[in-house]
């Protein structure tokens, strides 16, 4: 029988999300008509898959285009976008055009700009806001996701050739990369 007092005198409460690491994403959204972009790290997948949800303070720039078009991309970097990742992270668009740091590209939505050097993008279309103020919970439906063709290994989406960043909370504040496979499951 496991004895539940003395397991509680072992642990140690800690502060802050600790529901880590998360993949960094580079949200697009079309704003004053130019794409603007910036990093989320509280963002996860929702409803297996098909839909994604994720965490905006309501003073981001990026904020308005959603709002406006009611879609955004999901854009993950790789590690050798870390610089540009940084930038789109603690500049807002409402001080510098942060289109320029990379090639745009569209999907379906013609108002969700996706970054061409990101190797995988995923469109959607917003079907909820929850005001949680001062942030909202966006909440997003998957129309499409892309992959580039070198980040596949026989047809599939192999995470080893993404690289990538990914960021811890509660506490330490710090980007990691991928780790080992420790698994191989069978076909
Ligand atoms: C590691 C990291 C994680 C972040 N996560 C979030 C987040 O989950 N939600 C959010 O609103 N801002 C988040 N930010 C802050 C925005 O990316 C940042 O304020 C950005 O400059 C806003 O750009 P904008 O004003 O052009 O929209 C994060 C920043 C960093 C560096």
Known sequence: MVDTT???????????????????????????????????????????????????????????????????????????????????????????????????????LKTAPMIFQCPINIECEVTEILDYNPNEGIIGRVIKSYADPQCLTEGKLDWRKVHPILWVTGGDYNFYKLGERIIQKKE
């Open 6 to 108: 003395a397991n509680k005198l072992t642990k140690k409460e800690v502060q802050g999300n600790i529901l880590s690491p998360l993949p960094i994403a580079l949200v697009g959204a079309q704003v004053n008509k130019k794409p603007n972009y910036l990093v989320i790290g509280y963002i996860c997948p929702f409803n297996f898959g098909k839909h994604i949800f994720f965490s905006l303070y309501n003073k981001r720039y990026t904020r308005e285009g959603i709002h406006e078009n009611m879609t955004f991309s999901v854009n993950i970097p790789s590690e050798n976008l870390i610089k540009e990742t940084e930038l789109c992270g603690t500049k807002s668009g409402r001080d510098i055009d942060k289109s320029a740091l990379f090639d745009t590209f569209y999907g379906e």
